[in-house]
C-alpha cells in the first residue's frame, strides 16, 4: 500500500512558477513509476508528467513539455513537479498517482487527493 499527500499548489499569476510535492507513505515507494494529472472543472483528468522508479525516464505531455519537470528523491519518499512559464490553462486540481509512467488514468494503482492550481491571467 502507498499514500500519497500532495502540496505545493496555490494561486499565481501567468508567467510564475510553482513547485507541486506528494509525499508517500510505505516503504516500497522507491519501487512504483509515479505520475502527475490533473484534472480542469468539466473535463477529464489527462496526464501530465510521469518517472520511473529509479528517476532515469521521465515522460511529458506535449502541453507542457518544455516547462514542467519531474522529479523525485526515494530517500524523502518524495516525488516533485516543477512548474514554471505558467498559462491560465494549466488552471486545474493536480493529482499524484503510483504505480506506472503510463500515460492512462486506469495505469495507476494509487492516487493522492489532489492539490489545486491556479493562474491568473
Known amino acids: 500500500q502507498v499514500q500519497l499527500v500532495e502540496s505545493g499548489g496555490g494561486l499565481v499569476q501567468a508567467?510564475?512558477?510553482?513547485?507541486l510535492s506528494c509525499a508517500a507513505s510505505g516503504r516500497t515507494f522507491g519501487i512504483y513509476g509515479m505520475g502527475w494529472?490533473?484534472?480542469?472543472p468539466g473535463k477529464e483528468r489527462e496526464f501530465v508528467a510521469a518517472i520511473s522508479w529509479s528517476g532515469g525516464n521521465t515522460y511529458y505531455a506535449d502541453s507542457v513539455k518544455g516547462r514542467f519537470t519531474i522529479s523525485r528523491n526515494n530517500a524523502k519518499n518524495t516525488v516533485y513537479l516543477q512548474m514554471n512559464s505558467l498559462k491560465p490553462?494549466?488552471?486545474?486540481?493536480?493529482?499524484?498517482?503510483?504505480g506506472s509512467t503510463g500515460r492512462l488514468v486506469s495505469e495507476y494503482s494509487y492516487w493522492g487527493q489532489g492539490t489545486q492550481v491556479t493562474v491568473s491571467s
Open 37 to 40: 494529472f490533473r484534472q480542469a
Open 15 to 19: 508567467g510564475g512558477f510553482l513547485r
Open 89 to 98: 490553462e494549466d488552471t486545474a486540481v493536480y493529482y499524484c498517482a503510483a
